[in-house]
């Protein structure tokens, strides 16, 4: 079964310094990966995707990510943080075909710090 | 266009009791997920609905929980009887469908059993 693997359950960073989050998911003949934030008491809400393409994904607020069918990652950055990207971030992998779930790891929390 | 609605909000019941959850999708959406969310873990699948069809329901605890999609539109997710181990936040996504489209989440009801 497929499976995501978020290896940083905390990233506490100061503002204006970059900052990357760390996702590597099972391996799979084809798979699209998300990126989703979750800000206290809301919905998860998407950041960006991969479904196929250039490699480098960029998303909304800033945020873009690496997708290296290699090493199985899918790494998110951020060039300059901001107080308001404090938020959890979760990892997600649909397999390709159409009995794919969608699956997630298991967050990765960003503190940024004034 | 309204987003996915899930009510109630919150929900505080005792153990034993009975408690029924509803998520509305996005229209024409065909995909409809269910998740279980704990306390700064990532989201588990519960069940996903293709239109009216459970196409995946194996992380589904049975022996409590039930759900239906009437018409392959609104959903209810339901747990007979509560135990205090059921305490989490469910929350609902939608998804146009096919193999590559995001989801869309609600804003989830958390459920506190005492």
């Known amino acids: 079964a497929q499976s995501v693997t978020q290896l940083d359950s905390q990233v506490p960073v100061f503002e204006e310094a970059p900052v990357e989050l760390r996702c590597n998911y099972s391996?799979?003949?084809?798979?699209?990966l998300f990126w989703y934030v979750q800000y206290p008491n809301q919905g998860l809400q998407l950041l960006l995707k991969y479904l196929s393409g250039s490699t480098l994904v960029k998303g909304i607020n800033g945020f873009e990510a690496e997708f290296n069918k290699s090493q199985t990652s899918f790494h998110l950055r951020k060039p300059s943080v901001h107080i308001s990207d404090t938020a959890e971030y979760f990892c997600a992998v649909k397999n390709g075909g159409s009995q794919g779930n969608l699956i997630f790891g298991k967050g990765t929390k960003l503190s940024v710090k004034p | 266009e309204a987003g996915v609605v899930q009510s109630p909000r919150y929900k505080i019941i005792e153990k034993k009791q009975p408690v029924a959850f509803w998520c509305n999708p996005i229209?024409?959406?065909?995909?409809l997920y269910w998740y279980l969310q704990n306390l700064g873990q990532g989201p588990e699948l519960l069940i996903r609905y293709e239109n009216e069809e459970a196409v995946d329901d194996s992380q589904l605890p049975k022996d409590r929980f039930s759900a239906e999609r009437l018409k392959g539109v609104d959903s209810t997710l339901k747990i007979q009887p509560a135990e205090l181990g059921d305490s989490a936040v469910y929350l609902c996504?939608?998804?146009?469908?096919?193999?590559?489209?995001?989801?869309?989440f609600g804003q989830g009801t958390r459920l506190t059993v005492v």
């Open positions: 229209s024409g959406h065909n995909t």
């Open positions: 391996s799979s003949v084809s798979v699209y």
């Open positions: 996504a939608s998804s146009p469908g096919g193999i590559n489209t995001e989801a869309f």
